[in-house]
């Protein structure tokens, strides 16, 4: 059995020079004030694979260093834990916690000078002197400090998984929720709803909220006085009418290169988990460093432009139109059950898109749309792909960039199509009816994950490394990140000029159009001489006499009927057309509504005719012709 830690000694400081040479150098430690907080923190400390130390303050405080050592040996958890018990003496006065926070400060200091651990772990609690004395102690002492609400501990029990790097960057991703709304103030209440209630972990979170022009008074109304305690609530709104298109991409613009973005249009709700699934998977593919075998992690944040939050049940970008999609048929007889993917179908409906990828992207979009615009010297197209149709939708570039770039997005696969994000197909600018909408909601509502089974159903409790994630294009057709990238160099030298370059986040190496002699400007003519001719006309003086007081009586007069008084303007019953030059329908959405009823007769034809196993045959059958 191990001994109790009090204090350090000698032999604890040439016990730090041997670990040096020990197979184990690197280390977490767990601060712990009471039973309640053991309680909060035990799921977490059983799931390490390596040897943590636990700090207690005492049992005058509660919980004795016996007592969690005993607990833990009961239930096989003792192995690779070490507790440290600080034996210190309970404050009865009110007021005194200062000085105990001071007294525990101190002693947890001399412990971390032997220990030296990559991070600390306490319990989060607002306005309390030890969670104070706690982050002043690591900030002196270089050790990040991580706080979690002892209610939010049980679903971040994937901190074990992550590495020591990860763990160092807990406090670097800067993630912010926009939002983007025009006149449905009752969808965004349901969407500010149900951000409100999410789990986040600790983390400040800011809330960023687009107001359409055409914004009506209960919308503004709401999200002036919406009450946001998880960080800094910001309120834009537009003077001009933009569309969806300027709506979405300028919303958001990367501060630096962990600055990320959960870009949300108001007809979509959240998981109260969703928060929890973009911060595993920032943490896990982007700041650790055992993605893969060869340690290749500057290729990851190249190729990883996002996180989606919602799964899909269809396919938008074949040519002939949407057609049903359940990725099982696609992995399950080369990927074990529930196994997350990437593809390079950017999601609308609720998703995380990182900074190089979004920043990169903006640039490409400028240059595009001038081109478009004057004078249409690029020729860029994605082969057989319904978004060619798409003039006016922001997705048509995006996909456009990830095709050439070999880009891709992670999305969730949990059971009968459990997500993080669902799009409810509101009424608005492309559901004209509520009676379409009805029509085909199960085509695309999916079911919100309530219970927290994000680490039960992953393939081995876990989120794979990047190089075991299966990889689909953007027909669902199973494909290798090279052959993206090989698919993506070949189809480069058809519509550029430019030697291609990877990993720079520069588009111009696509925006090399070729030249044709249409391009070349034609000689200057000398202009024709042009002929003035000057007319004069006779002015004819005309004299009128008028009695101005009368006239000025009877301009009163009718200035007292109100249906002649100025009437104030109301922006939200003005017609939504923008102003020449900007862009309202999305293409990508026209499509959408176009695919309502066929999704939903094809449903009920199914639904009618055969069992869930006949359509999981005919789906497999369609997805192995497809690859044939």
């Not at 700041?287 to 938008?316: K, T």
């Not at 009805?438 to 089974?453: G, K, Y």
């Not at 009877?554 to 009927?561: A, F, G, I």
């Not at 509504?593 to 869930?612: A, C, G, I, P």
């Amino acid at each position: 059995m191990r001994a109790l830690r009090i204090n350090p000694t000698v032999l604890d400081y040439r016990q730090i020079t041997i670990r040096k040479h020990s197979y184990q150098l690197d280390t977490v430690l767990f601060i712990l004030d009471g039973p309640d907080q053991a309680t909060a923190f035990y799921p977490l400390m059983c799931r390490f694979g390596y040897i943590i130390h636990v700090i207690v303050s005492g049992s005058e405080r509660g919980l004795s260093g016996t007592i969690l050592r005993n607990t833990l040996k009961q239930t096989g958890c003792d192995r690779h834990v070490i507790v440290h018990d600080l034996n210190l003496m309970a404050v009865p006065g009110e007021g005194d916690e200062d000085i105990f926070a001071m007294e525990m400060g101190l002693r947890v200091t001399r412990l971390t000078r032997v220990l030296r651990p990559r991070a600390t772990f306490y319990i989060q609690r607002d306005n309390q002197p030890l969670p104070r004395a706690l982050i002043m102690m690591a900030d002196n002492e270089g050790i990040v400090a991580i706080g979690l609400p002892a209610d939010d501990i049980i679903h971040a029990l994937w901190i074990s998984d992550l590495s020591f790097d990860a763990l160092e960057q807990w406090h670097t991703p800067d993630i912010n929720l926009v939002v983007i709304t025009d006149r449905r103030p009752h969808s965004l209440s349901r969407l500010l709803q149900s951000s409100d209630r999410s789990f986040y972990l600790g983390d400040k979170v800011n809330l960023v909220v687009h107001m359409e022009q055409s914004s009506d008074s209960v919308t503004r109304m709401l999200v002036g006085n919406f009450p946001w305690h998880h960080g800094k609530k910001v309120l834009r709104h537009r003077i001009r009418k933009g569309g969806l298109m300027p709506a979405i991409i300028e919303s958001w613009y990367p501060k630096h290169n962990d600055d990320y973005a959960v870009i949300l249009e108001d007809d979509v709700s959240l998981s109260p988990l969703f928060y929890v699934w973009a911060k595993y998977s920032i943490l896990r593919y982007r700041y650790s460093n055992n993605n893969n075998d060869s340690g290749d992690d500057d290729r990851l944040r190249q190729m990883m432009f996002g996180v989606s939050l919602y799964s899909p049940r269809s396919l938008e970008l074949h040519p002939a139109g949407r057609r049903p999609f359940h990725p099982d048929n696609v992995l399950l007889n080369h990927y074990p059950p529930r196994m997350p993917y990437v593809s390079q179908i950017p999601c609308s409906w609720g998703a995380v898109y990182f900074p190089e990828h979004w920043r990169e992207f903006h640039e490409y979009l400028t240059i595009r749309l001038m081109d478009i615009n004057q004078d249409r010297l690029l020729n860029i197209t994605v082969p057989k792909s319904r978004s060619e149709r798409w003039k006016k939708s922001w997705k048509k570039y995006f996909i456009e960039l990830v095709y050439l770039r070999g880009y891709v997005m992670l999305y969730p696969n949990f059971q009968d199509f459990e997500s993080f994000s669902t799009n409810h197909l509101e009424t608005g600018t492309h559901v004209k009816t509520n009676a379409k909408r009805l029509s085909a909601i199960n085509a695309f509502l999916v079911p919100l994950m309530q219970r927290d089974t994000i680490l039960a159903q992953l393939p081995n409790h876990r989120l794979p490394n990047y190089d075991d994630l299966p990889v689909l294009d953007l027909w669902g057709y199973l494909r290798t990140q090279d052959e993206l990238d090989e698919t993506a160099s070949q189809w480069h030298t058809r519509i550029s000029t430019c030697p291609r370059k990877t990993g720079t986040f520069d588009p111009q190496d696509i925006l090399c159009p070729f030249q044709s002699d249409e391009a070349i400007p034609e000689p200057p003519k000398k202009p024709k001489k042009i002929k003035t001719v000057y007319a004069v006309e006779p002015i004819e003086y005309v004299t009128m006499y008028y009695n101005t007081h009368q006239q000025k009586q009877q301009q009163l007069q009718e200035e007292v009927n109100d249906e002649y008084l100025p009437q104030p303007i109301d922006v939200a019953v003005m017609p939504s057309e923008p102003d020449n030059g900007s862009n309202v329908w999305d293409d990508h959405w026209l499509d959408v509504l176009n695919d309502l009823v066929y999704m939903n007769e094809l449903y009920n034809r199914v639904n009618t005719h055969y069992s869930n196993e006949d359509l999981r045959d005919i789906l497999t059958a369609d997805a192995e012709l497809d690859l044939d």
